[in-house]
Protein backbone atom coordinates (compact mmCIF):
# COMPACT_ATOMS: atom_id res chain seq x y z
CA UNK A 1 0.00 0.00 0.00
CA UNK A 2 0.98 3.52 -0.29
CA UNK A 3 0.49 4.75 2.98
CA UNK A 4 0.44 8.81 3.68
CA UNK A 5 0.98 10.21 7.48
CA UNK A 6 0.12 13.31 8.33
CA UNK A 7 1.98 14.63 11.40
CA UNK A 8 2.69 18.01 12.99
CA UNK A 9 6.11 18.63 13.87
CA UNK A 10 7.35 20.58 17.34
CA UNK A 11 10.50 20.75 15.86
CA UNK A 12 14.16 20.28 17.99
CA UNK A 13 13.61 22.40 21.48
CA UNK A 14 11.69 19.65 23.44
CA UNK A 15 11.32 15.57 23.64
CA UNK A 16 7.47 15.15 21.68
CA UNK A 17 6.30 11.61 22.09
CA UNK A 18 3.70 12.12 19.14
CA UNK A 19 6.68 13.15 16.79
CA UNK A 20 9.05 10.23 17.88
CA UNK A 21 5.61 7.88 18.07
CA UNK A 22 4.96 8.99 13.90
CA UNK A 23 8.97 8.89 12.73
CA UNK A 24 9.46 5.52 13.94
CA UNK A 25 6.39 3.94 12.98
CA UNK A 26 6.78 5.53 9.13
CA UNK A 27 10.30 4.30 9.22
CA UNK A 28 8.67 0.42 10.52
CA UNK A 29 5.90 0.31 7.25
CA UNK A 30 8.85 1.32 4.98
CA UNK A 31 10.49 -1.71 6.03
CA UNK A 32 8.14 -4.04 5.99
CA UNK A 33 7.99 -3.06 2.18
CA UNK A 34 5.40 -0.44 1.97
CA UNK A 35 5.26 3.11 -0.08
CA UNK A 36 5.24 5.54 3.07
CA UNK A 37 5.18 9.47 3.28
CA UNK A 38 4.95 11.81 6.23
CA UNK A 39 3.94 14.89 5.41
CA UNK A 40 5.44 17.87 8.39
CA UNK A 41 2.64 19.96 9.65
CA UNK A 42 4.21 23.78 10.91
CA UNK A 43 7.99 23.49 11.40
CA UNK A 44 10.37 21.16 10.29
CA UNK A 45 10.66 17.36 11.64
CA UNK A 46 12.95 16.95 14.38
CA UNK A 47 16.69 16.67 12.92
CA UNK A 48 16.36 13.17 14.64
CA UNK A 49 14.66 12.11 11.48
CA UNK A 50 16.21 13.81 8.60
CA UNK A 51 17.52 11.62 6.24
CA UNK A 52 14.72 9.35 6.99
CA UNK A 53 13.07 8.09 3.44
CA UNK A 54 9.80 9.68 2.98
CA UNK A 55 9.19 12.99 3.99
CA UNK A 56 7.27 15.44 1.73
CA UNK A 57 7.49 19.02 1.63
CA UNK A 58 6.33 21.28 4.94
CA UNK A 59 2.35 22.06 4.24
CA UNK A 60 0.07 24.50 6.81
CA UNK A 61 3.47 26.76 7.42
CA UNK A 62 3.32 27.91 11.11
CA UNK A 63 3.68 31.74 10.11
CA UNK A 64 1.42 31.10 7.53
CA UNK A 65 -1.30 29.64 9.69
CA UNK A 66 -0.58 32.46 12.18
CA UNK A 67 -1.07 35.35 9.37
CA UNK A 68 -4.06 33.96 7.93
CA UNK A 69 -5.78 33.61 11.12
CA UNK A 70 -4.64 37.10 11.77
CA UNK A 71 -5.65 39.45 8.39
CA UNK A 72 -7.96 38.56 5.57
CA UNK A 73 -4.85 39.60 3.55
CA UNK A 74 -2.87 36.37 3.87
CA UNK A 75 -5.76 34.45 2.89
CA UNK A 76 -5.28 35.34 -0.47
CA UNK A 77 -1.32 36.27 -1.10
CA UNK A 78 0.14 34.31 -3.73
CA UNK A 79 2.21 30.94 -3.22
CA UNK A 80 5.40 32.66 -3.65
CA UNK A 81 5.19 34.72 -1.12
CA UNK A 82 3.74 32.36 0.86
CA UNK A 83 6.76 30.14 0.42
CA UNK A 84 9.06 32.57 1.95
CA UNK A 85 7.12 32.27 5.44
CA UNK A 86 8.13 28.65 5.33
CA UNK A 87 11.48 29.00 5.33
CA UNK A 88 12.79 26.18 7.54
CA UNK A 89 15.21 28.72 9.08
CA UNK A 90 12.28 30.59 10.11
CA UNK A 91 9.77 28.09 10.94
CA UNK A 92 12.84 26.58 13.36
CA UNK A 93 12.72 29.66 14.96
CA UNK A 94 9.42 29.93 15.71
CA UNK A 95 9.26 26.43 17.21
CA UNK A 96 12.11 27.73 19.70
CA UNK A 97 9.56 30.03 20.63
CA UNK A 98 6.12 28.19 20.53
CA UNK A 99 4.40 29.33 24.09
CA UNK A 100 4.66 32.46 23.19
CA UNK A 101 1.29 32.57 21.63
CA UNK A 102 -1.56 34.06 23.32
CA UNK A 103 -4.36 31.58 24.91
CA UNK A 104 -6.94 33.24 22.76
CA UNK A 105 -5.22 33.25 19.73
CA UNK A 106 -4.00 29.47 19.97
CA UNK A 107 -8.13 28.84 20.90
CA UNK A 108 -9.04 30.85 17.86
CA UNK A 109 -6.66 28.92 15.21
CA UNK A 110 -7.51 25.81 16.89
CA UNK A 111 -11.07 26.29 16.02
CA UNK A 112 -10.45 27.52 12.41
CA UNK A 113 -8.21 24.40 11.76
CA UNK A 114 -10.80 21.56 13.15
CA UNK A 115 -13.72 23.92 10.94
CA UNK A 116 -11.34 22.46 7.81
CA UNK A 117 -12.49 23.64 4.52
CA UNK A 118 -14.84 26.16 6.85
CA UNK A 119 -11.58 27.62 8.34
CA UNK A 120 -9.51 30.88 7.80
CA UNK A 121 -6.56 28.34 6.44
CA UNK A 122 -8.37 26.66 3.94
CA UNK A 123 -5.38 27.99 1.09
CA UNK A 124 -3.19 25.69 2.77
CA UNK A 125 -5.98 22.73 2.76
CA UNK A 126 -6.86 23.41 -0.44
CA UNK A 127 -2.59 23.36 -1.16
CA UNK A 128 -2.08 19.95 0.40
CA UNK A 129 -5.30 18.05 -1.02
CA UNK A 130 -4.19 19.88 -4.98
CA UNK A 131 -0.01 18.00 -3.78
CA UNK A 132 -1.96 14.81 -3.00
CA UNK A 133 -4.10 14.53 -5.82
CA UNK A 134 -1.48 13.81 -8.06
CA UNK A 135 -0.99 10.39 -9.51
CA UNK A 136 3.03 10.48 -8.11
CA UNK A 137 1.15 11.69 -4.51
CA UNK A 138 -2.18 10.06 -4.30
CA UNK A 139 -2.34 7.59 -1.37
CA UNK A 140 -3.77 4.41 -0.71
CA UNK A 141 -4.83 5.61 2.86
CA UNK A 142 -3.87 8.50 5.23
CA UNK A 143 -3.47 8.49 8.13
CA UNK A 144 -3.59 11.61 10.70
CA UNK A 145 -1.06 12.01 13.56
CA UNK A 146 -4.27 13.08 15.81
CA UNK A 147 -7.87 14.10 16.00
CA UNK A 148 -6.63 17.81 16.36
CA UNK A 149 -6.24 16.94 12.47
CA UNK A 150 -9.80 16.49 11.88
CA UNK A 151 -10.65 19.37 10.24
CA UNK A 152 -8.56 18.31 7.13
CA UNK A 153 -10.37 14.96 6.21
CA UNK A 154 -13.93 15.54 4.91
CA UNK A 155 -11.84 17.55 1.90
CA UNK A 156 -9.43 14.38 1.58
CA UNK A 157 -12.05 12.23 1.41
CA UNK A 158 -14.38 14.28 -1.51
CA UNK A 159 -11.39 15.13 -3.52
CA UNK A 160 -9.18 12.30 -3.48
CA UNK A 161 -11.70 9.32 -2.61
CA UNK A 162 -9.54 7.47 0.15
CA UNK A 163 -10.19 6.07 3.23
CA UNK A 164 -8.70 8.73 6.27
CA UNK A 165 -7.57 6.86 10.00
CA UNK A 166 -7.29 8.81 12.74
CA UNK A 167 -4.25 7.78 15.41
CA UNK A 168 -5.81 9.24 19.49
CA UNK A 169 -2.81 10.50 21.52
CA UNK A 170 -3.09 12.96 24.02
CA UNK A 171 -5.39 15.08 22.68
CA UNK A 172 -7.69 16.02 25.62
CA UNK A 173 -5.28 17.51 27.91
CA UNK A 174 -4.46 20.36 24.74
CA UNK A 175 -8.48 20.38 24.13
CA UNK A 176 -9.28 20.81 27.94
CA UNK A 177 -6.61 23.50 28.23
CA UNK A 178 -8.53 26.00 25.98
CA UNK A 179 -9.67 28.86 27.63
CA UNK A 180 -13.86 28.89 27.38
CA UNK A 181 -15.14 29.10 25.02
CA UNK A 182 -12.95 27.49 22.90
CA UNK A 183 -12.80 24.07 24.96
CA UNK A 184 -16.27 23.48 24.97
CA UNK A 185 -16.49 24.82 21.23
CA UNK A 186 -13.56 22.68 20.02
CA UNK A 187 -15.18 19.07 21.50
CA UNK A 188 -18.41 20.15 19.38
CA UNK A 189 -16.75 20.71 16.28
CA UNK A 190 -14.80 17.44 16.82
CA UNK A 191 -18.08 15.47 17.49
CA UNK A 192 -19.63 16.73 14.37
CA UNK A 193 -16.04 15.88 12.88
CA UNK A 194 -15.48 12.44 13.54
CA UNK A 195 -18.14 11.04 11.03
CA UNK A 196 -15.38 12.04 8.48
CA UNK A 197 -13.14 9.78 9.13
CA UNK A 198 -13.57 6.01 8.59
CA UNK A 199 -11.69 4.49 12.22
CA UNK A 200 -9.56 5.60 15.03
CA UNK A 201 -6.42 4.24 16.86
CA UNK A 202 -5.87 4.40 19.90
CA UNK A 203 -2.40 4.01 21.74
CA UNK A 204 -3.85 2.16 24.75
CA UNK A 205 -7.17 0.96 26.11
CA UNK A 206 -7.50 3.53 28.62
CA UNK A 207 -7.19 6.16 26.15
CA UNK A 208 -9.60 4.08 23.55
CA UNK A 209 -12.09 4.33 26.02
CA UNK A 210 -11.64 7.63 27.23
CA UNK A 211 -12.28 9.23 23.45
CA UNK A 212 -15.07 6.77 22.71
CA UNK A 213 -17.18 8.16 25.87
CA UNK A 214 -15.85 11.69 24.84
CA UNK A 215 -16.22 11.51 21.13
CA UNK A 216 -19.32 9.27 21.05
CA UNK A 217 -17.37 6.95 18.84
CA UNK A 218 -19.06 3.34 18.37
CA UNK A 219 -16.69 0.80 19.27
CA UNK A 220 -17.10 -0.88 15.86
CA UNK A 221 -15.15 2.66 14.91
CA UNK A 222 -12.16 2.50 17.32
CA UNK A 223 -8.82 0.01 17.55
CA UNK A 224 -6.44 -0.06 20.04
CA UNK A 225 -2.42 -0.98 18.76
CA UNK A 226 0.04 0.27 21.33
CA UNK A 227 3.11 2.42 20.62
CA UNK A 228 6.13 0.17 19.91
CA UNK A 229 9.59 1.61 20.15
CA UNK A 230 12.78 0.86 18.03
CA UNK A 231 14.70 -1.11 19.85
CA UNK A 232 18.21 -0.90 17.98
CA UNK A 233 20.78 0.02 20.87
CA UNK A 234 19.01 -0.53 23.83
CA UNK A 235 20.29 -4.10 24.34
CA UNK A 236 21.18 -4.27 28.47
CA UNK A 237 24.29 -3.99 29.69
CA UNK A 238 23.45 -5.36 32.94
CA UNK A 239 25.53 -2.54 34.98
CA UNK A 240 23.64 0.13 37.06
CA UNK A 241 25.09 3.11 38.63
CA UNK A 242 27.18 3.16 41.72
CA UNK A 243 25.46 6.32 42.81
CA UNK A 244 21.79 6.42 43.26
CA UNK A 245 20.61 7.61 40.63
CA UNK A 246 16.74 9.10 39.61
CA UNK A 247 16.16 9.98 36.14
CA UNK A 248 13.19 12.60 34.32
CA UNK A 249 13.07 12.43 30.38
CA UNK A 250 10.18 14.67 29.11
CA UNK A 251 9.94 18.03 29.05
CA UNK A 252 10.84 20.39 31.44
CA UNK A 253 7.74 22.19 32.26
CA UNK A 254 5.16 21.77 35.39
CA UNK A 255 2.56 19.64 33.48
CA UNK A 256 5.00 16.59 33.39
CA UNK A 257 5.49 16.93 37.13
CA UNK A 258 9.27 17.87 37.26
CA UNK A 259 8.86 20.14 40.15
CA UNK A 260 7.30 17.03 41.85
CA UNK A 261 9.86 15.19 41.11
CA UNK A 262 12.22 17.59 42.33
CA UNK A 263 10.52 17.73 45.98
CA UNK A 264 10.27 14.15 46.75
CA UNK A 265 13.86 13.88 45.73
CA UNK A 266 14.48 16.74 48.03
CA UNK A 267 12.70 14.33 50.68
CA UNK A 268 15.15 11.23 49.60
CA UNK A 269 17.97 13.37 50.29
CA UNK A 270 17.28 13.40 53.84
CA UNK A 271 17.78 9.79 54.23
CA UNK A 272 21.15 9.17 55.21
CA UNK A 273 21.90 6.33 53.04
CA UNK A 274 20.63 8.47 50.08
CA UNK A 275 22.61 11.58 51.41
CA UNK A 276 24.91 10.76 47.58
CA UNK A 277 22.02 10.41 45.43
CA UNK A 278 21.81 12.27 42.03
CA UNK A 279 18.74 13.76 39.77
CA UNK A 280 19.21 13.80 36.20
CA UNK A 281 16.81 15.74 34.22
CA UNK A 282 16.54 15.70 30.45
CA UNK A 283 13.91 16.20 27.18
CA UNK A 284 14.32 20.01 26.82
CA UNK A 285 12.37 22.61 26.89
CA UNK A 286 10.25 25.47 25.23
CA UNK A 287 10.87 29.45 25.90
CA UNK A 288 7.82 29.85 27.74
CA UNK A 289 9.34 27.05 30.45
CA UNK A 290 12.45 29.20 31.42
CA UNK A 291 10.97 30.76 34.61
CA UNK A 292 9.36 27.57 36.01
CA UNK A 293 13.22 26.01 35.49
CA UNK A 294 14.45 29.29 37.32
CA UNK A 295 12.65 28.51 40.13
CA UNK A 296 13.87 24.87 40.05
CA UNK A 297 17.17 25.81 40.14
CA UNK A 298 16.46 28.31 43.05
CA UNK A 299 15.23 25.74 45.19
CA UNK A 300 17.75 23.32 44.66
CA UNK A 301 20.34 25.69 45.18
CA UNK A 302 18.79 27.21 48.38
CA UNK A 303 18.78 23.45 49.73
CA UNK A 304 22.83 23.30 49.23
CA UNK A 305 21.91 20.31 46.59
CA UNK A 306 22.41 22.04 42.42
CA UNK A 307 25.77 19.94 42.51
CA UNK A 308 23.97 16.65 42.85
CA UNK A 309 21.32 17.86 40.28
CA UNK A 310 22.43 17.48 36.21
CA UNK A 311 19.79 19.26 33.63
CA UNK A 312 21.01 17.81 30.56
CA UNK A 313 20.87 19.61 27.33
CA UNK A 314 20.79 16.82 24.70
CA UNK A 315 17.91 13.98 23.84
CA UNK A 316 18.30 12.20 20.55
CA UNK A 317 18.21 9.04 20.07
CA UNK A 318 21.98 8.42 20.94
CA UNK A 319 21.90 10.65 23.95
CA UNK A 320 18.71 9.11 25.47
CA UNK A 321 20.09 5.87 25.64
CA UNK A 322 23.05 6.66 27.14
CA UNK A 323 21.63 8.63 29.60
CA UNK A 324 19.38 5.78 30.47
CA UNK A 325 22.19 3.53 31.23
CA UNK A 326 23.34 6.00 33.64
CA UNK A 327 19.71 5.88 35.96
CA UNK A 328 18.33 3.91 38.72
CA UNK A 329 15.38 4.86 38.07
CA UNK A 330 13.22 6.65 35.75
CA UNK A 331 10.00 9.03 36.82
CA UNK A 332 8.10 11.41 34.90
CA UNK A 333 5.46 12.02 37.64
CA UNK A 334 2.67 13.41 35.06
CA UNK A 335 0.37 15.68 36.56
CA UNK A 336 -2.91 14.56 34.60
CA UNK A 337 -3.76 11.51 33.07
CA UNK A 338 -1.99 10.49 29.68
CA UNK A 339 -2.45 8.46 27.21
CA UNK A 340 0.73 6.57 26.89
CA UNK A 341 4.17 7.30 27.66
CA UNK A 342 6.90 6.73 25.42
CA UNK A 343 9.86 7.40 27.84
CA UNK A 344 8.53 4.47 29.74
CA UNK A 345 9.31 2.02 27.00
CA UNK A 346 12.47 3.37 26.68
CA UNK A 347 13.62 2.91 29.99
CA UNK A 348 12.51 -0.49 30.25
CA UNK A 349 13.96 -1.30 26.80
CA UNK A 350 17.55 -0.32 28.51
CA UNK A 351 16.45 -2.03 31.60
CA UNK A 352 15.81 1.19 34.01
CA UNK A 353 12.50 0.58 36.36
CA UNK A 354 10.22 3.47 36.67
CA UNK A 355 8.08 4.79 38.92
CA UNK A 356 4.68 6.49 37.71
CA UNK A 357 1.28 7.71 38.88
CA UNK A 358 -1.55 5.64 39.12
CA UNK A 359 -3.63 7.61 36.57
CA UNK A 360 -4.13 7.33 33.27
CA UNK A 361 -2.60 4.84 31.27
CA UNK A 362 0.48 3.87 33.75
CA UNK A 363 -2.12 0.93 35.69
CA UNK A 364 -2.31 -0.83 32.40
CA UNK A 365 1.24 -0.05 30.97
CA UNK A 366 2.84 -1.47 34.21
CA UNK A 367 0.63 -4.37 34.73
CA UNK A 368 1.61 -5.30 31.54
CA UNK A 369 5.46 -4.81 31.62
CA UNK A 370 5.78 -5.57 35.20
CA UNK A 371 8.37 -2.60 34.99
CA UNK A 372 7.82 -0.26 37.87
CA UNK A 373 5.47 0.98 40.26
CA UNK A 374 2.72 3.28 40.82
CA UNK A 375 2.28 5.79 43.53
CA UNK A 376 -0.90 7.91 44.57
CA UNK A 377 -0.80 10.95 41.62
CA UNK A 378 0.08 14.71 42.80
CA UNK A 379 1.62 13.09 46.50
CA UNK A 380 5.40 13.92 46.94
CA UNK A 381 5.30 11.48 49.98
CA UNK A 382 4.09 8.95 48.06
CA UNK A 383 6.38 9.45 45.28
CA UNK A 384 9.72 9.85 47.40
CA UNK A 385 8.31 5.94 49.11
CA UNK A 386 8.37 4.14 46.28
CA UNK A 387 11.27 5.91 44.70
CA UNK A 388 13.47 5.15 48.07
CA UNK A 389 12.09 1.85 48.04
CA UNK A 390 13.76 1.01 44.92
CA UNK A 391 17.09 2.91 44.95
CA UNK A 392 17.26 1.05 48.45
CA UNK A 393 16.81 -2.40 46.84
CA UNK A 394 19.22 -2.77 43.56
CA UNK A 395 18.46 -6.09 43.51
CA UNK A 396 14.40 -5.69 43.76
CA UNK A 397 15.00 -2.58 40.89
CA UNK A 398 17.38 -4.87 38.64
CA UNK A 399 14.22 -7.53 38.81
CA UNK A 400 12.04 -5.26 37.32
CA UNK A 401 13.64 -3.42 35.20
CA UNK A 402 14.91 -6.73 33.71
CA UNK A 403 11.24 -7.99 33.32
CA UNK A 404 10.01 -4.95 32.08
CA UNK A 405 13.02 -5.05 29.35
CA UNK A 406 12.15 -8.27 28.15
CA UNK A 407 8.48 -7.64 27.90
CA UNK A 408 9.15 -4.69 25.77
CA UNK A 409 11.12 -6.63 23.22
CA UNK A 410 7.97 -8.93 23.23
CA UNK A 411 4.96 -6.53 23.32
CA UNK A 412 6.52 -3.24 22.40
CA UNK A 413 8.87 -3.13 19.46
CA UNK A 414 8.17 -0.90 16.65
CA UNK A 415 7.89 -3.71 13.78
CA UNK A 416 4.76 -5.28 15.68
CA UNK A 417 3.23 -1.97 16.12
CA UNK A 418 3.88 -1.54 12.05
CA UNK A 419 2.62 -4.85 11.14
CA UNK A 420 -0.58 -4.61 13.66
CA UNK A 421 -1.42 -1.19 11.84
CA UNK A 422 -0.36 -2.06 8.35
CA UNK A 423 -3.20 -4.95 9.09
CA UNK A 424 -5.86 -2.55 10.39
CA UNK A 425 -5.09 -0.05 7.33
CA UNK A 426 -5.78 -2.79 4.72
CA UNK A 427 -9.05 -3.79 6.43
CA UNK A 428 -9.84 -0.51 6.17
CA UNK A 429 -9.18 -0.08 2.48
CA UNK A 430 -10.50 -2.82 2.12
CA UNK A 431 -13.89 -2.28 3.27
CA UNK A 432 -14.35 1.27 1.56
CA UNK A 433 -13.42 -0.21 -1.87
CA UNK A 434 -16.04 -2.84 -1.25
CA UNK A 435 -18.78 -0.18 -0.17
CA UNK A 436 -17.76 1.79 -3.32
CA UNK A 437 -18.09 -1.12 -5.53
Not at 61 to 73: D, E, H, I, R, T
Not at 80 to 93: A, G, K, M, V
Not at 236 to 257: A, F, N, Q, W
Not at 304 to 317: A, H, Q, S
Amino acid sequence: MRIIQITPSAGDSFYCENCLRDAALAKAIIKLGHEGLTIPLYIPLPSEQNGSAGISPIFYGGLNVYLQQKSAFFRGTPRWLDRLFDSPRLLNWIGRMAGMTSTRDLGETTISMLRGEKGRQIKELDRLVEWLDTQENRPDIICLSNVLLAGLARSIKQNLGVPVVCLLQDEDGFLDGLVSPYSQQAWQILAERVDDIDAFIGVSKYYTHTMQQRLRLGPNRTHVVYTGISLDGYESHGTRPEVPTIGYLSRMCPDKGLDTLVDAFLKLKKNEKLREAKLRVAGGKRSDDEAFLKKIRQKLRSRGVIDDVEFLPDFDREARIVFLRSLSVLSVPEKQPVAYGLYVLEALAAGVPVVEPASGVFPELLEITGGGLLFEPNNVEALADALGSLLLDPTKARRLGEQGRATVSEKFNIEQTAEQMVRIYGQIAQKCKDHDA
